[in-house]
């Protein structure tokens, strides 16, 4: 089996420029394994050479599922609570222009939420970049419309100041979409925007192997400005290691 996904791997990677040997193999190798079998594939050999190459629709739906998307407002609220509490007012008070990078920003939500944390600072010139590998996750994200279990860390005022309603979506109101851009970028490839004074890149380097981590944190540390800051998740731990900082 091993094998055989090895040689996928490379295939992939030659394809599609997604090399699949920098997320953590045992997780990689289920969620794959689990895609071909859905659609009745044997092996990854089949799936390759029947499925991927020969149906784009397919090929869309798997880049979809090996990409992490999972995103909701608010994630883990009390960490977006201290970051506007602690860390925004500090930003705001030492530049006048601010540019951040809401890092495989998945559809949209956590570019959202930033644009709204930003509605009781003192008004500055802020540019949120928000970018994703998978170009599917970036066409809903511009979209801004949502159903409601995106929006259960919400309070309901924050809803109702954030949302229109349209049945069972919710729609981010054109104020809250104002000085968001949306682009492809892949982490482990393409090369790093500089003088960004706040990256958030939450739950997503969990997935990477630690060479792959490790490369991705020092390109971080080289966007950001003297000053800056980078918001990861909860459940994930940075040691800046001397590695990292060289």
């Not at 799936?47 to 149906?55: A, E, K």
Request: hydrophobic letters at 35%; proline letters at 2%; a neutral charge.
């Amino acid at each position: 089996m091993h094998e055989d996904y090895n040689l996928f791997v490379k295939r992939v990677h030659h394809k599609y420029g997604i090399d699949l040997s920098l997320y953590k193999q045992k997780q990689m190798m289920r969620r794959t394994r689990s895609f071909y079998e859905r659609y009745g594939f044997l092996s990854y050999e089949d799936f390759f050479t029947l499925g991927l190459t020969v149906d784009g629709e397919m090929e869309k739906r798997f880049i979809d599922r090996i990409t992490i998307n999972v995103s909701e407002f608010y994630r883990n609220r009390e960490r977006w609570m201290d970051l506007r509490r602690l860390v925004l007012p500090e930003l705001v008070a030492q530049n006048k222009a601010l540019t951040i990078w809401s890092a495989a920003c998945s559809t949209g939500e956590e570019a959202y939420t930033l644009r709204t944390l930003f509605s009781d600072q003192p008004k500055r010139d802020v540019k949120i970049i928000a970018t994703d590998i998978d170009e599917l996750v970036l066409l809903k994200a511009k979209r801004a419309t949502y159903a409601s279990k995106s929006l259960r860390e919400l309070l309901p005022h924050e809803v109702t100041e954030y949302f229109n309603n349209e049945g069972d979506n919710y729609t981010v109101k054109d104020r809250y979409r104002t000085s968001i851009t949306f682009s492809k970028h892949d982490l482990l490839n393409d090369p790093y925007m500089k003088g960004v004074h706040l990256i958030t890149c939450r739950n997503v380097l969990i997935y990477f192997t630690e060479e792959a981590k490790d490369r991705i944190l020092k390109r971080f540390v080289s966007s950001l400005t003297d000053g800056g800051f980078l918001f990861v998740g909860s459940t994930e731990q940075i040691f800046f290691h001397q590695s990292v900082m060289d």
